[in-house]
């Protein structure tokens, strides 16, 4: 663990014994490492091994799903485990974004650099892109790679205002779980994790629940099949702007110590320094 991570715990005011304040660090990680530039290639392999992980997992379960292997349930609840186990690992090292929308929504509140956005979007549909490269080298080109696909007798308007209202409340809990850009601790894994999951278990047979580009351009790109990813990208693209402005609306503008403090749910703006170890 950094030193500077150990030290910025140590400074935290409060009753915090010393193996508390290492265990903080260790969960939650530094503000000033995530920000620091030298340590951009390990933000970005870390999403890159984390969009392959949830792809792998997320298109590997609808593939199976669609053989007739697993229930649909074990397909959508599977992604859900898989994002919570990513953030408990290493939340702390790049944020597990995983998804270009939640890069994008990060941004738009101030909490995320511009100038990372292109690379973190890149490396997403990279790992998307190698986690069914994995799956076809493992099972061929069979039920689409698990593409997220208007379901039978659905419409593509209607797959498009289902991934606009689960992408939109994704957003919500994402934004109002993370800590400042960084999807990190228990909270943020259960909220995120189990939200994944039980959107699924009602939404998939319309839209396929991708509520991410990434997560649905590897299959499409690897299959073959563009004809719908259109709305996988509108979609989640106009949820994540419809959180973001309801962040706005319940928490104000972002980029700054205080709307990072409400994001962690300590909404006393009078008092920010006794709760700078949520930030």
């Not at 990680?29 to 030298?38: C, H, N, T, V, Y």
């Not at 069914?132 to 593409?147: D, E, K």
Request: hydrophobic share 50%.
């Amino acid at each position: 663990m950094p030193d500077e991570r150990v030290a910025q715990w140590e400074a935290a005011p409060g009753p915090l014994g010393p193996r508390t304040r290492q265990v903080l660090a260790l969960e939650f990680g530094s503000k000033a490492e995530f920000d620091d530039p030298r340590l951009e290639w390990r933000r970005l392999f870390s999403e890159l091994l984390g969009t392959f992980m949830l792809v792998v997992v997320a298109a590997g379960g609808g593939l199976l799903h669609g053989e007739g292997q697993i229930s649909l349930a074990a397909a959508v609840v599977a992604p859900g485990l898989m994002v919570m186990a990513i953030i408990l690992f290493m939340g702390a090292v790049s944020g597990a974004h995983l998804n270009p929308v939640v890069s994008f929504a990060f941004a738009l509140r101030g909490d995320f650099p511009w100038r990372r956005l292109p690379g973190y979007v890149l490396i997403q549909l990279v790992g998307a892109t190698l986690a069914c490269l994995f799956l076809y080298a493992v099972f061929g080109n069979v039920q689409h790679l698990g593409a997220t696909l208007p379901g039978t007798g659905y419409a593509n308007w209607q797959a498009l205002l289902m991934e606009i209202v689960l992408t939109g409340t994704l957003v919500s809990v994402i934004l109002g779980t993370a800590s400042a850009a960084q999807n990190v601790g228990a909270i943020a894994a259960l909220g995120v994790g189990g939200y994944i999951a039980l959107a699924g278990l009602w939404s998939a047979p319309v839209s396929g629940t991708s509520m991410n580009p990434a997560r649905s351009f590897g299959p499409a790109l690897l299959s073959g099949d563009f004809s719908s990813y259109w709305v996988y990208v509108l979609g989640p693209i106009a949820g994540a702007l419809i959180a973001v402005g309801s962040a706005y609306l319940l928490r104000g503008a972002g980029g700054d110590p205080t709307s990072r403090l409400a994001g962690s749910g300590a909404l006393d703006a009078d008092k920010p320094s006794e709760r700078q170890h949520l930030a």
